[in-house]
């Protein structure tokens, strides 16, 4: 990737905006990889040496197939496609980086996780339940004051944690195409852009959204559903969540770089998906679910336990299908064999694997059993990056 002319950059950051961002061309593009300079960011540095992950290389990775809106081709003919907007993909195998490739961006350079970031704001609620400071079963009230009397207050914890509160807050391709709806609310929220006329915080528009229909009915892809586990984490926890994911995660890994938490204008973490790092690093904080830990931190920060409840969290295919995004998410991986979604996870399969998706086709798959991440940046509305994830994961090169 080359650099930009400097007017160029100005240019394409004078246009940033929501709807840009969701449109995912060139103003998109540049954001991706420059959002301190338009946030407010907490920097999160570990206190470890950075530790290079080994080399493995097994070309063999690249040609393995699938059908995407492309036609039909190898993953090495996707990447190299200019209509693929893939900006970099990562296979880890036992530790090891056996498939690298960066079409469209430089290694050090950090980039947007989207929402692969929301399993980080689910790790740290499943700290404060392994703790005893949490019941999953308990509301939300019982924790958070400032959502103890909103249509919050009576949603459990676990709901929230499956993205079932039954809230008007769904995150979708519709919402977002709706500029009344509440994901577009929380979003203006958070980039500081008057709502209507009015700007507002993100906890006022937590606090405003009203119940839809009763929590754990179905699955409800939301962002604002993310964003109430930050401020449950605090509330618990009484440290900012940057800080409380620091001293618990990132502080013990040993990152390429820091990873870059972008806040709200008044300072809260954007946890659900604007979190910024290179791509190693993001594969890194997958390797926490797996036997080669080790290889990326120097404490383990994601126990046995904290697998076990999001492998048998899952509740039945029909919940998971009757919301907006249970379909698409069949469609999008081109397969049906899910369980369902779980813990701030898009997908669950029976093989226990892990699937966390994100807006302009982010992604990080994460197979425990088999001791393999896969992890990918993009920037493109149309997510096909990941047709290739299960076609990789059971193909058995990487058995």
Same mark, same amino acid.
């Given at each position: 990737?080359?650099?930009?002319?400097?007017?160029?950059?100005?240019?394409?950051?004078?246009?940033?905006?929501?709807?840009?961002?969701?449109? +995912?061309? &060139?103003?998109? #593009?540049? $954001?991706?990889?420059?959002?301190?300079?338009?946030?407010?960011?907490?920097?999160?540095?570990?206190?470890?040496? @950075?530790?290079?992950?080994?080399?493995?290389?097994?070309? =063999?990775? !690249?040609?393995?197939?699938?059908?995407?809106?492309?036609?039909?081709?190898?993953?090495?003919?996707?990447?190299?496609?200019?209509?693929?907007?893939?900006? %970099?993909?990562?296979?880890?195998?036992?530790?090891?980086?056996? +498939? =690298?490739?960066?079409?469209?961006?430089?290694?050090?350079?950090?980039?947007? $996780?989207?929402?692969?970031?929301?399993?980080?704001?689910?790790?740290?609620?499943?700290?404060?339940?392994?703790?005893?400071?949490?019941?999953?079963?308990?509301?939300?009230?019982?924790?958070?004051?400032?959502?103890?009397?909103?249509?919050?207050?009576?949603?459990?914890?676990? &709901?929230?944690?499956?993205?079932?509160?039954?809230?008007?807050?769904?995150?979708?391709?519709?919402?977002?195409?709706?500029?009344?709806?509440?994901?577009?609310?929380?979003?203006?929220?958070?980039?500081?852009?008057?709502? *209507?006329?009015?700007?507002? @915080?993100?906890?006022?528009?937590?606090?405003?959204?009203?119940?839809?229909?009763?929590?754990?009915?179905?699955?409800?892809?939301?962002?604002?559903?993310?964003?109430?586990?930050?401020?449950?984490? =605090? %509330?618990?926890?009484?440290?900012?969540?940057? &800080?409380? !994911?620091?001293?618990?995660?990132?502080?013990?890994?040993?990152?390429?770089?820091?990873?870059?938490? #972008?806040?709200?204008?008044?300072?809260?973490?954007?946890? #659900?998906?604007?979190?910024?790092?290179?791509?190693?690093?993001?594969?890194?904080?997958?390797?926490?679910?797996?036997?080669?830990?080790?290889? %990326?931190?120097?404490?383990?920060?994601?126990?046995?336990?904290?697998?076990?409840?999001?492998?048998?969290?899952?509740?039945?295919?029909?919940? !998971?299908?009757?919301?907006?995004? *249970?379909?698409? !998410?069949?469609?999008?991986?081109?397969?049906?064999?899910?369980?369902?979604? +779980?813990?701030?996870?898009?997908?669950? $399969?029976?093989?226990?694997?892990?699937?966390?998706?994100?807006?302009?086709?982010?992604?990080?798959?994460?197979?425990?059993?088999?001791?393999?991440?896969?992890?990918?940046?993009?920037?493109?509305? #149309?997510?096909?990056?990941?047709?290739?994830?299960?076609?990789?994961?059971?193909?058995?090169?990487?058995?």
């Amino acid at each position: 990737m080359t650099d930009l002319a400097a007017d160029t950059s100005y240019r394409l950051r004078s246009q940033v905006s929501i709807p840009k961002l969701i449109e +995912a061309g &060139d103003v998109a #593009h540049w $954001w991706c990889t420059h959002i301190s300079e338009c946030m407010p960011t907490a920097m999160l540095h570990s206190r470890q040496a @950075t530790v290079p992950l080994e080399q493995a290389p097994m070309d =063999e990775v !690249f040609d393995i197939h699938a059908e995407t809106d492309l036609g039909k081709g190898s993953l090495r003919e996707f990447l190299a496609h200019p209509q693929s907007r893939a900006r %970099a993909f990562l296979v880890v195998k036992n530790g090891r980086i056996v +498939a =690298e490739s960066y079409p469209d961006l430089r290694p050090e350079q950090p980039h947007l $996780w989207a929402s692969c970031a929301k399993p980080t704001a689910g790790l740290m609620i499943e700290h404060l339940i392994d703790e005893g400071l949490i019941d999953d079963a308990r509301t939300l009230g019982e924790y958070v004051p400032a959502l103890r009397d909103t249509d919050w207050g009576m949603v459990t914890v676990r &709901d929230i944690m499956d993205m079932a509160p039954g809230m008007d807050c769904e995150d979708t391709e519709i919402t977002r195409e709706n500029p009344k709806s509440n994901a577009i609310r929380a979003y203006c929220a958070e980039f500081n852009v008057p709502f *209507g006329d009015k700007l507002e @915080t993100l906890l006022e528009v937590l606090q405003d959204v009203p119940r839809q229909c009763p929590p754990g009915e179905k699955f409800e892809y939301s962002s604002p559903c993310t964003q109430v586990l930050v401020f449950l984490a =605090e %509330a618990v926890s009484g440290k900012r969540w940057p &800080d409380l !994911f620091r001293d618990r995660v990132w502080s013990h890994v040993t990152a390429d770089g820091p990873m870059q938490v #972008h806040l709200t204008p008044d300072g809260v973490a954007c946890a #659900h998906g604007i979190v910024s790092s290179t791509l190693r690093d993001m594969a890194r904080f997958g390797m926490l679910y797996t036997p080669s830990w080790r290889r %990326a931190a120097v404490t383990q920060v994601v126990g046995d336990g904290v697998i076990r409840r999001i492998r048998t969290a899952v509740r039945e295919k029909p919940f !998971f299908m009757k919301g907006f995004d *249970g379909p698409v !998410f069949v469609d999008r991986l081109g397969d049906d064999t899910m369980q369902g979604n +779980a813990r701030q996870w898009d997908c669950i $399969w029976p093989d226990g694997d892990l699937y966390k998706g994100g807006l302009m086709d982010q992604g990080l798959y994460v197979c425990p059993s088999r001791d393999l991440v896969i992890a990918y940046f993009s920037t493109t509305p #149309h997510m096909q990056l990941t047709r290739y994830l299960r076609p990789i994961a059971t193909s058995g090169l990487l058995a």
